[in-house]
């Protein structure tokens, strides 16, 4: 999709459509809807008036000037009540608008950051027009490439334009609307590496993506690991998971180089089981389809290190993605077996379908040979925090508050919501084994918190946080810009982190 920025008016702008916002607190045009207004004739006036249209959150009204100066149509757009309003309920707002005119089937539409007078809340006009494209982008996000019937019924939106009259901040709207399609593309791309089925997603095909990332951005270079490669340097815990499957593992390692040289980097890790049938420990049938989205933790470090690298962050950066499918099969690891890590440690494997700290246990040991700042790691890790913390919220688990409150931080500005679980002694008890020097399982009580337990044992004193994305990377209900399936979560909330992190500050 085409997202511009024109200098110009929106009522005078010859458009599809162009959205007319409303508070729920309004009865009269207000803001830019005046001018809407009197170039649709007084249709907007009228339809308050009459009350068919409220202003609540996400409501629209199409309506249709008889003889359009401007804009063909207008868009009402209910931003819900004053004193309720942020940027996630204006992204969810926006998200809905976007929708309405891919249903009406029109290719085109237009809006401006004035959303008239919001006492004691006002964002900037760049923050205004990183949520637009944020949520109309995202809003619009449909995986088709598989559809071979009925094509013609599949609708897209081609352009939206950003309308503003102001010469004294087009250049600023232009470079926001810019680094937001930037992110947002790359939720997309995470989107779209996610819902690839598991045979079109291969460890091979998600290395050749991260190869194709390598060859085609400035700073960037991917070097892939093969089974042998790791045998030589004793990835045994990874090698172990992968050995049911016939498809062979691959390590990524993407690098990105956008600060000094020397600085030491951040490595974001990410899990990358492009299927997980839980291998002997077998999962059951229903559902497990969804397990081709085991990969999202993988996906997500890698369209934030895309995005980080097009945005030209000033920081140094190394993406690690373990990929492998867990399978049963007669060369399977097994319940019972030990592996020893790449560290040196043992561990015992209770079940083969824990096995995410497995190949993390040994990427993260990798992840020390670069001295991070810090390591961040996503994961769809466990079924134990979608029941502490449901669907939409990611569990954080790490070893450094001030990484921590780093990582809360971008969260709470992307709405890509993380709840701290505690990582105390007494979980790390329980992941100790009696034949090895620990378990890949501690059984049900608190499963995402020992799931972490292990994974701390693996990152030395580094400052570590490890997010435990099982519950938001798919999603099972449309939200207003995150259709159900993948949501391409982590992306946002890496990129605000990356945008922010102290030496790399726009
Ligand atoms: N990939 C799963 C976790 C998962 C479950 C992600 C549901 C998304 C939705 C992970 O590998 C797994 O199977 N974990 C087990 C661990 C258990 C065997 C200790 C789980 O959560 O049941
Ligand atoms: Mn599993
Ligand atoms: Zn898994």
């Given at each position: 999709?085409?997202?511009?920025?024109?200098?110009?008016?929106?009522?005078?702008?010859?458009?599809?459509?162009?959205?007319?916002?409303?508070?729920?607190?309004?009865?009269?045009?207000?803001?830019?809807?005046?001018?809407?207004?009197?170039?649709?004739?007084?249709?907007?006036?009228?339809?308050?008036?009459?009350?068919?249209?409220?202003?609540?959150?996400?409501?629209?009204?199409?309506?249709?000037?008889?003889?359009?100066?401007?804009?063909?149509?207008?868009?009402?757009?209910?931003?819900?009540?004053?004193?309720?309003?942020?940027?996630?309920?204006?992204?969810?707002?926006?998200?809905?608008?976007?929708?309405?005119?891919?249903?009406?089937?029109?290719?085109?539409?237009?809006?401006?950051?004035?959303?008239?007078?919001?006492?004691?809340?006002?964002?900037?006009?760049?923050?205004?027009?990183?949520?637009?494209?944020?949520?109309?982008?995202?809003?619009?996000?449909?995986?088709?490439?598989?559809?071979?019937?009925?094509?013609?019924?599949?609708?897209?939106?081609?352009?939206?334009?950003?309308?503003?009259?102001?010469?004294?901040?087009?250049?600023?709207?232009?470079?926001?609307?810019?680094?937001?399609?930037?992110?947002?593309?790359?939720?997309?791309?995470?989107?779209?590496?996610?819902?690839?089925?598991?045979?079109?997603?291969?460890?091979?095909?998600?290395?050749?993506?991260?190869?194709?990332?390598?060859?085609?951005?400035?700073?960037?270079?991917?070097?892939?690991?093969?089974?042998?490669?790791?045998?030589?340097?004793?990835?045994?815990a990874l090698?172990g998971v992968?050995?049911?499957?016939?498809?062979?593992?691959?390590?990524?390692?993407?690098?990105?180089?956008?600060?000094?040289?020397?600085?030491?980097?951040?490595?974001?890790?990410?899990?990358?089981?492009?299927?997980?049938?839980?291998?002997?420990?077998?999962?059951?049938?229903?559902?497990?389809?969804?397990?081709?989205?085991?990969?999202?933790?993988?996906?997500?470090?890698?369209?934030?290190?895309?995005?980080?690298?097009?945005?030209?962050?000033?920081?140094?950066?190394?993406?690690?993605?373990p990929?492998v499918?867990?399978?049963?099969?007669?060369?399977?690891y097994?319940?019972?077996?030990?592996l020893?890590t790449?560290?040196?440690?043992?561990v015992?494997v209770?079940?083969?379908?824990a096995e995410g700290r497995l190949i993390l246990a040994d990427?993260?040991?990798?992840?020390?040979?670069?001295?991070?700042?810090?390591?961040?790691?996503?994961?769809?890790?466990?079924?134990?925090?979608?029941?502490?913390?449901?669907?939409?919220?990611?569990?954080?688990?790490?070893?450094?508050?001030?990484?921590?409150?780093?990582?809360?931080?971008?969260?709470?500005?992307?709405?890509?919501?993380?709840?701290?679980?505690?990582?105390?002694?007494?979980?790390?008890?329980?992941?100790?084994?009696?034949?090895?020097?620990?378990?890949n399982?501690?059984?049900?009580?608190?499963?995402?918190?020992?799931?972490?337990?292990l994974?701390?044992?693996?990152?030395?004193?580094?400052?570590?946080?490890?997010?435990?994305?099982?519950?938001?990377?798919?999603?099972?209900?449309?939200?207003?810009?995150?259709?159900?399936?993948?949501?391409?979560?982590?992306?946002?909330?890496?990129?605000?982190?990356?945008?922010?992190?102290?030496?790399?500050?726009?």
């Amino acid at each position: 999709m085409n997202i511009l920025v024109k200098k110009g008016t929106l009522a005078y702008h010859a458009a599809e459509v162009a959205l007319s916002f409303h508070f729920e607190e309004e009865k009269v045009p207000a803001g830019i809807s005046v001018s809407l207004d009197e170039a649709g004739g007084g249709l907007i006036t009228e339809a308050l008036s009459r009350g068919d249209f409220k202003g609540k959150h996400a409501e629209t009204a199409v309506l249709y000037p008889v003889k359009p100066s401007g804009p063909k149509r207008i868009i009402m757009l209910g931003l819900g009540k004053k004193g309720e309003f942020n940027l996630e309920k204006f992204r969810g707002a926006m998200a809905r608008a976007a929708q309405q005119v891919r249903s009406l089937s029109v290719k085109q539409f237009a809006a401006s950051v004035d959303l008239g007078e919001m006492p004691g809340q006002d964002y900037s006009p760049e923050a205004i027009v990183e949520a637009m494209v944020e949520a109309v982008v995202l809003g619009l996000y449909q995986f088709v490439i598989f559809k071979t019937v009925d094509q013609d019924n599949i609708k897209e939106v081609d352009e939206f334009v950003i309308v503003d009259d102001r010469d004294s901040v087009l250049k600023q709207l232009k470079k926001a609307a810019k680094t937001a399609g930037i992110i947002a593309a790359g939720v997309c791309y995470a989107r779209d590496l996610v819902s690839h089925p598991a045979n079109e997603m291969t460890p091979k095909d998600l290395a050749y993506e991260a190869l194709n990332l390598g060859a085609s951005l400035k700073g960037m270079n991917t070097v892939v690991l093969d089974s042998k490669e790791m045998q030589d340097m004793g990835m045994n815990a990874l090698l172990g998971v992968a050995r049911g499957s016939d498809e062979p593992p691959k390590f990524i390692i993407i690098d990105y180089r956008g600060g000094k040289r020397g600085e030491l980097p951040i490595v974001l890790a990410g899990k990358g089981l492009t299927f997980d049938s839980g291998g002997i420990s077998l999962k059951p049938a229903e559902k497990m389809d969804e397990m081709k989205s085991d990969m999202a933790g993988a996906a997500a470090v890698m369209a934030a290190i895309k995005v980080a690298a097009e945005l030209a962050l000033p920081l140094n950066l190394v993406a690690l993605v373990p990929a492998v499918e867990n399978l049963p099969s007669g060369k399977a690891y097994k319940p019972g077996d030990i592996l020893k890590t790449l560290s040196g440690l043992t561990v015992e494997v209770v079940n083969t379908d824990a096995e995410g700290r497995l190949i993390l246990a040994d990427a993260l040991y990798y992840a020390q040979r670069y001295k991070p700042a810090a390591i961040i790691d996503l994961a769809t890790l466990t079924g134990a925090c979608v029941v502490a913390l449901g669907e939409r919220v990611s569990g954080m688990m790490g070893n450094n508050d001030e990484l921590k409150a780093k990582v809360r931080a971008a969260a709470e500005a992307t709405a890509e919501k993380v709840w701290e679980l505690p990582l105390w002694e007494e979980y790390k008890e329980m992941i100790k084994s009696d034949v090895a020097d620990y378990k890949n399982s501690g059984g049900r009580p608190a499963g995402a918190i020992t799931a972490a337990a292990l994974l701390s044992k693996f990152v030395g004193d580094i400052p570590w946080v490890h997010l435990d994305i099982a519950g938001p990377a798919w999603g099972t209900k449309d939200l207003p810009y995150i259709p159900k399936g993948a949501s391409g979560v982590g992306v946002r909330l890496l990129v605000r982190l990356l945008r922010d992190w102290p030496a790399g500050k726009e």
